[in-house]
């Protein structure tokens, strides 16, 4: 059984026995108000005849039977029996039978123990043994004239059926619960139908199976069904996004292993050579050394490059932030640069204010501002400018601009500038001894900063790189 359907007869059988439950209750309820009205007519023509007694009584204060005889008949309640009773028991008047010697005591009655100890008190359906049959019982209590007042009628078929309980509200009953039954089964089965194909789609996504099937293709029409739908769409999305950073994770292998394939080549060669020829002369050696060791630097900041890369997909979380003058790191980078500036016949201007905070990570930030130094002294070409300006946006977010004078890029390689380990000129590149990396770091570090990136060429020409940092 679905868990539908045992939500459905779980449910179903609760309100069954609430619905019984509360028939039950509201018969019993209904039958004693109908007692308790039939007992207060009675009490109220006893009482009628405690008034009429205090009147009619004989001069020695006796009951006058016969003019009980006629308010009985004036006042008259089809098979109505009147008994008055002392208060040890004795019948001293009955408007049936008139033959009181052979009465049988009455102290015992159920009524007339009621009576005596509250005033008031009532019996249904009990035999009588004088005049036979069962009677409804009501009888009151004249502490004054020390006896009990005691109505009767016959509990016959007339008297069961105007104290039955009113059917009509138990076929109201069963009306709603088969309303309810419907409508909870439509509820139920929607709720079902989307759990039993979520528990297939479960089942398959958890055996790697197609998801795109007609058991799956629709959901009912509410807001179970499109939250279903949610989420096997979410789940879609994060298999295609899983499947494409595989593919990406595929090309950045092949490129590294391409990217190490050319250094490690040369660096091999150039020892090869060394190590077959002994006889070498010490300039030729001295020079295959140094372009081992010049291969080898290309290797360390490969690496390097590509470790940073890493932390930047995989441990952000582990990445501590801090507060990070960003005006003096970009000072300490100028000092770095300067002698390779000075090669170029390059200047690097910033207009900057004298502090600027920001909450980041200071190892990523000056990678930024180093990236894109390195970058524009490789290839915005000799005498040119560099310039860095910050402005302030927010409370918190700063926007920098960072721009050269050079040659620039065409607008075709605009786009794919921050891909890793594309080049606009391949050859011009690993002779720079670039990576390939640099602008890939750069975007990388400042998406975890909370920023935007974008890349364009200046109407005076050049290349500006636009970013903020939060």
């Known amino acids: 059984?679905?868990?539908?359907?045992?939500?459905?007869?779980?449910?179903?059988?609760?309100?069954?026995?609430?619905?019984?439950?509360?028939?039950?209750?509201?018969?019993?309820?209904?039958?004693?108000?109908?007692?308790?009205?039939?007992?207060?007519?009675?009490?109220d023509y006893n009482y009628r005849l405690a008034d009429m007694i205090e009147t009619c009584s004989n001069s020695d204060g006796s009951i006058n039977g016969e003019m009980v005889d006629k308010y009985v008949k004036k006042h008259y309640i089809r098979d109505l029996r009147v008994t008055f009773i002392n208060i040890d028991g004795k019948v001293i008047y009955d408007n049936r039978r008139k033959d009181y010697d052979n009465f049988s005591n009455h102290h015992?009655?159920?009524?007339?123990?009621?009576?005596?100890?509250?005033?008031?008190?009532?019996?249904i359906s009990r035999e009588s043994n004088t005049v036979g049959g069962d009677f409804f019982y009501s009888a009151t209590l004249l502490k004054d004239r020390n006896m009990l007042i005691r109505t009767a009628l016959p509990y016959n078929n007339d008297l069961a059926e105007s104290l039955r309980a009113d059917q009509h509200y138990i076929w109201f009953a069963l009306l709603m619960i088969t309303i309810l039954s419907i409508t909870l089964y439509r509820f139920i089965s929607r709720l079902d139908s989307n759990i039993t194909k979520l528990n297939i789609f479960a089942q398959r996504a958890d055996h790697g199976e197609s998801l795109d099937t007609e058991d799956l293709a629709q959901f009912p029409d509410d807001e179970l069904g499109e939250i279903s739908e949610s989420i096997i769409k979410i789940y879609k999305r994060?298999?295609?996004?899983?499947?494409?950073?595989?593919?990406?994770?595929?090309?950045?292998?092949?490129?590294?292993?391409?990217?190490?394939?050319?250094?490690?080549?040369?660096?091999?060669?150039?020892?090869?050579?060394?190590?077959?020829?002994?006889?070498?002369?010490?300039?030729?050696?001295?020079?295959?050394?140094?372009?081992?060791?010049?291969?080898s630097k290309r290797l360390t900041s490969l690496l390097r490059d590509i470790s940073t890369l890493n932390r930047l997909d995989d441990a952000t979380g582990l990445i501590e932030?801090?507060?990070?003058?960003?005006?003096?790191?970009?000072?300490?980078?100028?000092k770095e640069i300067s002698l390779q500036l000075e090669e170029r016949g390059m200047t690097l201007e910033t207009n900057l204010p004298e502090k600027i905070v920001v909450k980041g990570a200071q190892g990523m930030i000056y990678s930024i501002f180093?990236?894109?130094?390195?970058?524009a002294i490789a290839y915005?070409?000799?005498?040119?400018?560099?310039?860095?300006?910050?402005?302030?946006?927010?409370?918190?977010?700063?926007?920098?601009?960072?721009?050269?004078?050079?040659?620039?890029?065409?607008?075709?390689?605009?786009?794919?500038?921050?891909?890793?380990?594309?080049?606009?000129?391949?050859?011009?590149?690993?002779?720079?001894?670039?990576?390939?990396?640099?602008?890939?770091?750069?975007?990388?570090?400042?998406?975890?900063?909370g920023g935007t990136i974008k890349v364009g060429n200046r109407p005076t020409g050049g290349l500006q790189f636009d970013f903020t940092l939060a």
């Open 380 to 449: 915005a070409g000799n005498n040119t400018q560099v310039t860095i300006t910050a402005e302030r946006t927010s409370s918190a977010e700063w926007h920098f601009t960072f721009c050269d004078n050079g040659v620039g890029v065409e607008q075709k390689h605009l786009d794919r500038l921050f891909e890793r380990f594309y080049r606009v000129d391949k050859g011009r590149s690993r002779k720079m001894g670039g990576t390939g990396l640099g602008l890939a770091i750069v975007k990388n570090a400042v998406l975890l900063h």
């Open 108 to 123: 015992d009655r159920k009524e007339v123990v009621e009576a005596l100890k509250t005033g008031k008190g009532f019996d």
């Open 238 to 295: 994060l298999q295609k996004t899983k499947e494409e950073q595989n593919e990406l994770k595929r090309q950045l292998t092949q490129n590294v292993a391409h990217e190490l394939k050319t250094p490690v080549a040369s660096i091999q060669g150039y020892l090869e050579t060394i190590m077959e020829n002994p006889n070498i002369d010490n300039d030729k050696r001295s020079l295959f050394l140094e372009r081992c060791y010049a291969q």
């Open 321 to 334: 932030f801090e507060d990070v003058d960003v005006t003096s790191v970009i000072r300490q980078i100028a």
């Open 1 to 43: 059984m679905t868990v539908g359907k045992r939500l459905f007869w779980g449910t179903l059988s609760l309100f069954l026995i609430f619905a019984v439950l509360f028939i039950v209750f509201q018969q019993n309820r209904e039958k004693q108000f109908k007692i308790d009205m039939l007992n207060l007519h009675l009490q």
């Open 370 to 375: 180093r990236n894109l130094t390195d970058n």
